[in-house]
């Protein structure tokens, strides 16, 4: 099974809001990720966790904050977003971080900030 | 700094009408290149790992290939359900993260 679920499926939110995006994988792996994904454009890396520490942050503004409570759980917490961070936004996950492990994405979720 | 260039943009064809999608890549030392289908507001869907040239993998009508410079994902006989975004993407030896193209869009008509 190759299954990251992602909740919710779609989001509306105003700029004062605080809402939070879950990931989930039951599939052993160890390195989860974050991404955004703006139309016709192919998903740019936003976070990588690697055994529930955070390993990379792309330069992703504070309004963004990840959080990996466990080995299977991935939160994106957002806060005080603007119109231009709608998109989709992506959860995966890979067996590790390091070497050329296949990357299996979740069904996303589609956020939009008005 | 690791490349991907994706060929065509946007492919039309017809149903049974085989055809081949490129993805060429600039990478110090690739770890891996990778080809993802992309539904419209869907998440990627894993497609083919490829690690050194002269590999090729097979999934029922899609090919890929690899050589030292590109790769191409063959469609055999389409059907419109193979309509979609086709993402490849690579892993430098360097790198941290993947590297994506920015998609080929397949549209099939019956």
């Known amino acids: 099974d190759t299954e990251v679920t992602q909740t919710p499926k779609h989001l509306v939110m105003g700029m004062t809001n605080k809402k939070s995006l879950k990931c989930e994988q039951h599939?052993?792996?160890?390195?989860m990720y974050w991404y955004k994904q703006k139309a016709k454009k192919p998903p740019e890396l936003m976070f990588v966790?690697?055994?529930?520490?955070?390993?990379i942050n792309e330069s992703v503004p504070s309004r963004f904050s990840p959080e990996c409570p466990n080995s299977s759980l991935l939160n994106l917490h957002l806060h005080a977003l603007q119109p231009e961070d709608s998109a989709l936004y992506l959860c995966?996950?890979?067996?590790?971080?390091?070497?050329?492990?296949?990357?299996?994405f979740g069904p996303g979720t589609r956020l939009t900030v008005l | 700094e690791d490349q991907v260039t994706q060929s065509p943009e946007a492919l039309r064809l017809q149903e049974g009408e085989s055809s081949s999608l490129n993805c060429s890549y600039t990478?110090?030392?690739?770890?891996?290149l990778f080809w993802y289908r992309q539904d419209p507001g869907k998440g990627p869907e894993f497609l083919f790992t490829?690690?050194?040239a002269g590999e090729e993998k097979e999934k029922e009508r899609l090919k890929a290939t690899l050589t030292k410079k590109e790769s191409f994902l063959h469609i055999t006989a389409p059907k419109p359900e193979d309509s979609a975004t086709y993402l490849c993407?690579?892993?430098?030896?360097?790198?941290?993260?993947?590297?994506f193209g920015a998609g080929t869009i397949l549209r099939v008509k019956s």
């Open positions: 995966a996950s890979s067996q590790t971080s390091g070497g050329a492990n296949t990357q299996y």
């Open positions: 599939m052993g792996h160890r390195a």
């Open positions: 966790y690697s055994y529930e520490k955070l390993s």
């Open positions: 990478v110090s030392g690739l770890r891996g």
């Open positions: 490829l690690y050194s």
């Open positions: 993407a690579v892993l430098g030896e360097y790198g941290n993260k993947l590297v």
